[in-house]
């Protein structure tokens, strides 16, 4: 079975809608974007798409892909003292000549509505719920909410390595109760984990790398993220040749990534309130 996770995504996006319908002045979300690969236009893409639906103005400030590490810093810097900027985002991966980790340090805590900077991932160790939420984690336990699975007595398996994904899901998922078992995408024999498991997130960035018999019967498989490879798009699990009648599974394409928008929105208008 695919999982329909539009429902959840619909109702976030309509409630914020509402809410921003009613305001005067309309928050607004600005993003910097350094590399201009495929998979990042696509991202940006589908923000400013549902940005705008949700009447969030988008705004984009480009930087070529071989800027120095100073401009990107001293324009992160003017987002930061610029009172109209609530909240705003920088584009990942950036280019290689570039050192990420300094640049996210850079985003101030209070308009970091990604959720990225150290201090906001501090926050999430003592899962403090008052402030943003970790995009991408935060639908993935609505998600698991409305299948209406206990996950808390569940073994839940996640594949990545990610700051933004693999750690504050695991942590996330930690902080509920759930037993959870990390993974990457080089952990040896990956099947003798996922084949016990009741929930499979992967945030691996890997085509293909979970197949069906890795998989037990009714499990829960959550592809967080999809690689474009010749303008196909692919997820980490092969759900071409998996057996629906055997797992639930997100699809790419069609893929979750709405959900992480919409949390990004929430995320936004509280850093606007
Ligand atoms: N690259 C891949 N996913 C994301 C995301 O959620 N936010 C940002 N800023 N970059 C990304």
Same mark, same amino acid.
């Given at each position: 079975m695919l999982i329909d996770w539009k429902k959840i995504a619909w109702k976030i996006f309509e409630d914020i809608k509402k809410e921003v319908s009613r305001m005067s002045k309309k928050p $607004?979300? *600005?993003a910097l974007l350094v590399w201009d690969n495929s998979s990042s236009i696509r991202y940006i893409e589908q923000k400013k798409k549902w940005a705008e639906y949700v009447w969030i103005k988008f705004i984009l400030k480009k930087l070529p892909e071989h800027v120095s590490e100073n401009e990107i810093l001293s324009t992160i810097e003017s987002f930061n003292t610029d009172d109209n900027?609530?909240?705003y985002i920088v584009q990942l991966p950036l280019?290689?000549?570039?050192?990420?980790k300094k640049i996210i340090k850079s985003i101030s805590p209070k308009k970091d509505v990604d959720w990225f900077h150290p201090e906001n991932q501090g926050k999430l160790m003592i899962w403090d719920k008052t402030w943003f939420s970790p995009c991408t984690p935060a639908w993935i336990l609505e998600l698991l909410k409305s299948t209406e699975i206990d996950y808390i007595w569940k073994q839940v398996v @996640?594949?990545?390595r990610s700051n933004i994904v693999w750690k504050p899901i695991t942590t996330l998922l930690i902080n509920e109760?759930?037993?959870v078992i990390s993974c990457n995408s080089k952990t040896p024999n990956i099947r003798k984990f996922t084949i016990d498991a009741d929930i499979v997130i992967s945030a691996a960035w890997k085509p293909g790398l979970l197949t069906l018999d890795m998989i037990k019967k009714d499990a829960i498989v959550i592809d967080v993220w999809f690689t474009v490879i010749e303008w196909k798009i692919y997820g980490d699990a092969d759900?071409?040749?998996m057996d629906? $009648? *055997? @797992?639930? @599974?997100t699809p790419v394409?069609? *893929? @979750?990534g709405p959900l992480t928008v919409a949390m990004l929105m929430k995320n936004t208008l509280k850093s606007w309130k």
């Open positions: $607004a979300l *600005w900027i609530s909240g280019p290689s000549h570039i050192d990420e @996640v594949i990545g109760g759930a037993t759900t071409h040749n629906l $009648a *055997w @797992v639930k @599974v394409p069609g *893929w @979750v």
